[in-house]
Antibody, heavy 121, light 109 residues
Framework: EVQLVQAGVEVKKPGESLKISCKASGYSFTNFWIGWVRQMPGKDLEWMGI????????RYSPSFQGQVTISADKSISTAYLQWSSLKASDTAMYYCARRESDNFYDYFHHWGQGTLVTVSS | SSELTQDPAVSVALGQTVTITCRGDSLRIYYANWYQQKPGQAPVLVMYGKNNRPSGIPDRFSGSGSGNTASLTITGAQAEDEADYYC????????????FGIGTKVTVL
């Protein structure tokens, strides 16, 4: 069974750093791209970026380029999303999701349960 | 980058049919996918490609599309179908990037 497991809640202060994780199991981690999606409180889904764990090829949405860093450690089947200096506006739910693709289709089937990041002084 | 447009909200009587629409230039190139999100839960894929349901998704969900428009239809809506529905596709920029619609709140009356 494919599973993406994320920690539940992170509470941080503005200016602090944070690295959240997405641990994969039930499949070959290096064979599928993992994407990250932000959902601010009461708002819609926003695609942030995606990584291929086998070679760490990473692509970012222009909206998030330079604001976050996406990485992966294939030795422990875990993808990461990190901030060097959090802002209150980073308060949101963050989901990881596994990309499925072939010649015709390209979609995110398996999702983590999300990590709620709260940034407040 | 591309944008996907959805109606913010629709309502449907219990047992009736509702169609949600998604529009965007990227849909001329890439298929739309649809995700259902209930309050406090992660999104769930309910439709991908032209009309493909993942395992476990009821057959009252169906998809269609033409040109720059994709649609998700719920035939015989049930109370448990009340949720936000988001469309998504590859971005038409050519790089590996994606776009989500703003979501449609479906209320089952």
């Amino acid at each position: 069974e494919v599973q993406l497991v994320q920690a539940g809640v992170e509470v941080k202060k503005p200016g602090e750093s944070l690295k959240i994780s997405c641990k994969a199991s039930g499949y070959s981690f290096t064979n599928f791209w993992i994407g990250w999606v932000r959902q601010m409180p009461g708002k819609d889904l926003e695609w942030m970026g995606i990584i291929y764990p086998d070679d760490s090829d990473t692509r970012y949405s222009p909206s998030f380029q330079g604001q976050v860093t996406i990485s992966a450690d294939k030795s422990i089947s875990t993808a990461y999303l990190q901030w060097s200096s959090l802002k209150a506006s980073d308060t949101a739910m963050y989901y990881c999701a596994r990309r499925e693709s072939d010649n015709f289709y390209d979609y995110f089937h398996h999702w983590g349960q999300g990590t709620l990041v709260t940034v407040s002084s | 980058s591309s944008e996907l447009t959805q109606d913010p909200a629709v309502s449907v009587a219990l047992g009736q049919t509702v169609t949600i629409t998604c529009r965007g230039d990227s849909l001329r190139i890439y298929y739309a996918n649809w995700y259902q999100q209930k309050p406090g839960q992660a999104p769930v894929l309910v439709m991908y490609g032209k009309n493909n349901r993942p395992s476990g998704i009821p057959d009252r969900f169906s998809g269609s599309g033409s040109g720059n428009t994709a649609s998700l239809t719920i035939t015989g809506a049930q109370a448990e179908d009340e949720a936000d529905y988001y469309c998504n596709s590859r971005d038409s920029s050519g790089d590996l990037s994606y776009v989500f619609g703003i979501g449609t709140k479906v209320t089952v009356l």
